[in-house]
């Protein structure tokens, strides 16, 4: 065990970086306090409760400032992480924290307090798991840890990583009082867990209730546990049947960031723990990787949100804004008007004639969480209601438009939207993981009538605050601290239920999240354009040509990173302290642009595989053909995957069963995807498998062999080779006739309706010569065909 004063020497030769702006000696239980805080020169590293910063607040409108703990209870019965006996723990966690603020673990900079913070807690859970395993040290840990502790996590999420069970049962059975159980802090850190972890658990409580039927949840259980109020749910929680207590965290999909914690140790073993240091490599017996590709598969639909439902969803908000606005900011200050002359709040007639026809009547009346004796006449809504309707409906089109993630919708400002001189919209729009400030985002105008209702709705609570939240409104601008619901992972699905708009095929709900809307411009691309045309795209992004989005992503980006990563190795080889401060800086500038382009990348990646392996998996399982050599080569090598992917299955009673192949065979079809290509060929029904990084590919590509008949061999106009197909010169046509052509079912079935086109143009031609031509064209187009054929199809693999 540590001794105390051996704590706090460590602790004091270590410098106190900025990003830790103050610390008191204990966590507060509830609410945070204002006062009681060290700061400046009086903070100290020895206290156990610190509140840590590294955004800007006048940019970013929430999660700036975070409290991290150092004195959870981590432990059975009520063992606190403060407690002596803990002192070598309680150092790691701070070296971690200190380190992550600072020049990060992986020396390639601080990170952002919103990540710490988060990392912070996992470490105690981490810790929680060891003590409760029975190993007193991080040093002790056996090679099997970190797989096993990835099992017990997706399994039951966090609660499974203790005996909570055995737990419950002693304190019940310890108990003097016939008092009410009441889950609260105190009852919480007794168990050694967090009051947040229980609270949200239903398992959980139902085996409480079962032990003492009166027992209940403090309602201010949540505020009372800050350091650990994290939102998710396991699906593991709502198993039916099960016997065991589960967590409802969500331990499967946050799953990298808990064992990434072990990672991190094992990195500061090198340098800074050497009161606790791991000489083992955690993942030494079984990767990172590996963990997680076996542990984190899930079942059931991905978070893809397709075309027609985010089409479906983005014209309900764009439906709700252009209906009711008006009529809402009428509304709304009518009700303000009301207010400041103390009259009772009736709907006023100029409000009631904005109102949309057969649209819901708005009461200016605020619902600040009192309940209502009365209810409300058929198709009527409070005011507060419909002003979360508008906070949902625009946050849909700001974040289906612009692209970004959650800190930056809600991070509008006043006078984000610009118009240039050209016409071109651009919205600034704080960047959380990587710039952490405000960059110039592309927008349609649709926005601008987004932007300016809600500037003219948080005029007085901006008036108020000094702030410039777009995305805030108080009740009453003279007590701005009570605002309006702006939680759109809770508002935005109530929107779409107030809309009406069903859930997408095969859901109860929604579930729409800001993410899902990020990656839209990705899933358009590959989803939304098979057969249509690009001016969808260009409609959403205001592109002039969506073939730049596609030159950008295959060709420009994964250059540019690499170029980034290349300089990065050359600066990284000088020791970190032969480095000067401009050396640094460039270092940690480059790493952030480094994680911001791959983020960029894998945006537009992932469904780029997703229907990659969608379109493998429908030739395997025969609910999708394929015609064309690119479509055969693309199905002779599903073949021989999936006959590879049989070699890895046991034999015995499922042998023959094609379901005990899906497992391998969908993780040996994603590595195809990932280094293999089948982009859609935009404006037509085909699909592409050249690899535009590969020459031969490009020469013998149909498409670039028409546009080269169209240059004058003469001229030298300057124009570079071409690096990758050019779909301006592909159509339905050219592409069946091509090495790469692939044309799955719907493209079969455009093929025949265009061979039907053309003979209906022979028959019907106005002169012989036209009637000669269209016969040529209609015999090439056949002929192409026939040779594309026939149809390839599994299904009996």
């Known amino acids: 065990m540590m001794k105390l004063s051996t704590y706090k020497a460590r602790l004091g030769a270590r410098s106190i970086p900025a990003a830790v702006v103050a610390t008191r000696p204990s966590t507060p239980i509830g609410k945070r306090p204002t006062t009681g805080w060290s700061r400046g020169k009086n903070r100290d590293l020895a206290h156990n409760c610190w509140i840590i910063a590294t955004a800007d607040p006048a940019k970013k409108r929430k999660e700036v400032e975070h409290l991290v703990s150092f004195d959870a209870a981590v432990d059975f019965p009520g063992v606190l992480l403060s407690h002596n006996s803990l002192n070598a723990d309680r150092l790691t966690k701070k070296i971690l924290v200190l380190t992550s603020l600072s020049i990060g673990v992986r020396g390639n900079g601080g990170l952002d307090a919103t990540y710490v913070a988060q990392m912070a807690r996992k470490f105690d859970w981490a810790l929680r798991y060891r003590i409760a395993e029975g190993y007193k040290s991080f040093a002790d840990l056996p090679e099997d840890f970190a797989s096993d502790f990835s099992k017990r996590l997706t399994k039951g999420g966090i609660l499974a990583l203790v005996p909570i069970e055995e737990r419950l049962d002693l304190v019940l059975g310890a108990r003097t009082s016939s008092d009410a159980l009441v889950i609260n802090h105190s009852f919480a850190s007794q168990l050694g867990v967090t009051v947040a972890a229980i609270a949200r658990s239903p398992s959980f409580q139902l085996a409480l209730l079962d032990a003492d039927p009166s027992a209940g949840l403090d309602a201010g259980a949540l505020d009372e546990d800050e350091n650990d109020n994290v939102r998710g749910d396991d699906p593991t929680s709502k198993m039916q049947g099960t016997q065991n207590i589960l967590s409802d965290t969500n331990g499967r999909r946050n799953l990298h960031s808990y064992l990434e914690i072990l990672e991190y140790l094992f990195r500061l073993s090198e340098r800074d723990l050497e009161h606790d240091r791991m000489e083992q ?41 252009a209906s009711y606005s008006k009529y809402i900011l009428a509304t709304f200050h009518d009700s303000r008007h009301r207010d400041s002359l103390g009259t009772p709040a009736n709907e006023m007639r100029s409000a009631s004639k904005l109102m949309p026809k057969g649209g819901f009547i708005i009461w200016p009346i605020w619902n600040m969480g009192a309940a209502r004796r009365e209810p409300l006449p058929p198709k009527t809504i409070l005011l507060d209601e419909a002003v979360r309707h508008l906070f ?53 105008s649709i926005l601008k009538t987004v932007v300016t209702t809600l500037e003219e709705l948080s005029a007085d609570t901006r008036q108020a605050t000094g702030k410039e939240w777009l995305f805030e409104v108080a009740f009453d601008p003279k007590k701005p601290e009570r605002l309006n619901s702006s939680r759109f992972h809770q508002t935005i699905d109530q929107f779409m239920e107030f809309m009406g708009v069903a859930p997408p095929e095969g859901r109860d709900r ?57 300089e990065l190795e050359v600066r990284l080889r000088s020791s970190v302290s032969n480095r000067t401060e401009e050396d640094q800086a460039w270092v940690d500038s480059a790493y952030k642009r480094l994680s911001y382009l791959k983020e960029h990348q894998k945006a537009f990646d992932e469904p780029r595989c997703e229907m990659f392996v969608k379109k493998m998996l429908g030739l395997w399982r025969g609910t999708e053909s394929v015609i064309g050599a690119g479509g055969k080569a693309l199905f002779s090598d599903v073949q021989a995957i999936a006959e590879r992917a049989m070699g890895t299955v046991r034999i015995g009673s499922r042998a023959n069963d094609p379901s005990a192949l899906e497992t391998p065979l969908l993780e040996r079809l994603i590595q195809y995807a990932k280094s293999h290509f089948l982009e859609p060929v935009i404006g037509t029904n085909m699909w592409c498998a050249a690899d535009p990084h590969d020459e031969e590919h490009r020469a013998d590509a149909e498409c670039l062999k028409l546009k080269a ?18 779909y301006d010169f592909a159509c339905n046509r050219v592409c069946i006739g091509c090495r790469f052509g692939a044309a799955f079912q719907e493209g079969q079935l455009a093929l025949r309706s265009e061979v039907n086109q053309r003979r209906h143009a022979v028959t019907h031609a106005a002169t012989t010569a036209l009637e000669h031509d269209g016969a040529d064209l209609l015999a090439e187009l056949e002929a192409d065909i026939a040779a594309a054929g026939p149809a390839q199809r599994g299904g009996g693999l």
Not at 537 to 561: A, C, K, Q, V
Not at 709 to 726: H, R, S, V
């Open 709 to 726: 008949k169209g240059k004058a061999p003469w001229k030298k106009d300057g124009i570079p080779e071409a690096l990758m197909p050019d």
């Open 510 to 566: 929604w579930d729409l999240s800001i993410h899902m809307l990020r990656r839209g411009y990705g899933i358009w691309y590959y989803y939304g354009l098979t057969g249509g045309h690009p001016d969808a795209l260009s409609l959403m992004y205001r592109h002039n040509d969506p073939n730049m989005t596609r030159i950008y992503f295959t060709m420009i980006l994964p250059g540019e990173i690499n170029r980034l990563k290349t």
């Open 392 to 444: 949902a409906a625009c946050a849909i089109l700001i974040a289906g438009f612009a692209a970004r993630r959650d800190i930056g919708v809600r991070s509008a400002h006043f006078g984000c939207l610009t118009e240039g001189e050209n016409g071109l919209m651009t919205m600034k729009i704080y960047i959380g993981k990587t710039d952490q400030d405000r960059v110039d985002i592309p927008v349609p």
């Open 281 to 321: 490599n955690p993942f030494e017996s079984m990767s990172l990787d590996a963990i997680l590709n076996r542990d984190r598969k899930e079942g059931g639909r991905t978070d893809t949100l397709l075309p027609e439902d985010m089409m479906r969803a983005m014209t309900a908000a764009a439906r709700y804004v």
